[in-house]
């Protein structure tokens, strides 16, 4: 059984930083594909962020040269630090995953962290 759990959500003010973390647990021998997702009230869930096991990395318009994603494969984690926050970023974190375990493969969501920006 495979889990995405993220953390490191909260309330943060205009201009600051916060770093979320995805964890992926179970028996996984590497992530392929990772992505983080948003979804701000009344409005559609979209793509923040995507890395892959190659290095080929995709950011979305509105977060380019504020957010990073990565990886650490040793600790099966995706991270995505995130700066010069704005209130428009204000919205429901989520990452998405595609593992390996040994003979097959794994996708699927985590349950999401909230980011609140304000003053």
């Known amino acids: 059984q495979v889990q995405l759990v993220e953390s490191g959500g909260g309330l943060v003010q205009p201009g600051g930083s916060l770093r979320l973390s995805c964890a992926a647990s179970?028996?996984?021998?590497?992530?392929?594909?990772a992505a983080w997702y948003r979804q701000a009230p009344g409005k559609e869930r979209e793509l923040v962020a995507s890395l892959t096991s190659g290095g080929t990395v995709r950011s979305g318009d509105s977060v380019k040269g504020r957010f990073t994603i990565s990886i650490d494969n040793a600790k099966n984690t995706v991270y995505l630090q995130m700066n010069s926050l704005r209130p428009e970023d204000t919205a429901v974190y989520s990452c998405?995953?595609?593992?390996?375990?040994?003979?097959?493969?794994?996708?699927?969501w985590g349950k999401g962290t909230l980011v609140t920006v304000s003053s």
């Open positions: 998405y995953g595609v593992c390996t375990l040994y003979s097959t493969t794994w996708s699927g």
């Open positions: 179970g028996s996984i021998t590497g992530i392929n594909y």
